[in-house]
């Protein structure tokens, strides 16, 4: 913000002159004219590629994440769906990153946004060849269902096994869920009441270490008006039908992401913050008419 109030300063001042110049010594048509060749050459420069927006003293972060993402079938069945997600938080397109990744089928666009519960991507490239090696059922985290019961409010309890991750993000639907408790280890982490929440939903993160608990218990308390707006659920968002939304991060280089990792092009860095997943997640939700 300093570095562009001094910059817009230098401007204005060099103009108040340099306009002050252009009038008295009649040379307005020729400083134009200039100032368009000016503009017209870097725009030539910038699109014939002689200036890279990105080297690899400049590089781009990007994210190559594994997904595995879980769909419910027509039958009530889960079904894992398995892809590589490659996508910037910097501007522009991925077509050049996409040039060096040929072979492995990517399809690049905003019709597939991707949730990964701390933010979506809205515009991104995936590729679902060869990509069911490196992870197993096993390694899928679970939402169950333990109980479900009305007395003078409607409460739900859910049990969450993150399985093999010690580095997650859940997802609560406040518009359906007025309060709630989550535990672990017989201890509670989160008590009731003060409940925040950002467009509709309460998130918790959590990163532990080796010996961290993967089993945890949360008991939901639901809206009194809950029940007449899960009829206008599929009217909303595309994620107002459900109820939870987890991640699970792996710090795991699956043979997939290892093959694009080689392939793209030196100025491509990885890099996320702490919201941004690991290099293998796994995407699971709870819907609201479980």
């Not at 995936?126 to 009305?150: A, M, N, T, Y």
């Not at 707006?229 to 939870?244: C, N, T, V, Y």
């Not at 699956?254 to 941004?276: D, M, N, V």
Request: glycine share 6%; proline share 4%; hydrophobic share 40%.
């Amino acid at each position: 913000m300093i570095l562009a109030a001094f910059i817009s300063a230098v401007v204005c001042l060099t103009f108040v002159y340099l306009l002050s110049y252009i009038h008295v010594s009649g040379a307005k048509k020729s400083i134009i004219l200039s100032f368009f060749a000016l503009f017209g050459l870097t725009l030539v420069a910038i699109f014939s590629g002689n200036f890279p927006t990105y080297t690899e003293d400049i590089a781009r972060a990007v994210n190559v994440v594994h997904i595995v993402e879980m769909n419910r079938g027509n039958n009530g069945t889960m079904n894992p769906a398995s892809y590589v997600s490659l996508f910037s938080m910097t501007p522009g397109k991925l077509e050049k990153e996409i040039e060096t990744l040929k072979s492995e089928e990517f399809t690049c666009g905003r019709s597939k946004p991707l949730d990964l519960v701390t933010f979506t991507v809205h515009y991104g490239c995936w590729s679902s060849k060869d990509s069911r090696d490196g992870w197993s059922h096993e390694d899928i985290p679970i939402l169950q269902v333990e109980g479900d019961s009305v007395t003078s409010v409607r409460t739900t309890h859910v049990s969450v096994n993150t399985r093999i991750a010690t580095r997650w993000s859940l997802a609560i639907n406040t518009a359906k869920i007025e309060d709630f408790t989550f535990g672990g280890d017989s201890r509670e982490l989160v008590p009731l009441n003060n409940k925040t929440n950002v467009d509709g939903w309460h998130i918790i993160q959590f990163s532990g270490g080796k010996d961290s608990p993967t089993k945890f218990d949360l008991m939901l308390i639901w809206s009194k008006n809950a029940t007449h707006s899960l009829q206008r659920a599929s009217q909303g968002k595309e994620d107002s039908h459900l109820l939870l939304k987890l991640r699970t991060d792996v710090n795991r280089i699956t043979p997939k992401t290892a093959r694009i990792l080689e392939k793209l092009p030196p100025w491509c860095a990885l890099f996320g913050k702490s919201t941004s997943p690991y290099t293998l997640s796994f995407l699971t939700s709870l819907a609201i008419d479980f």
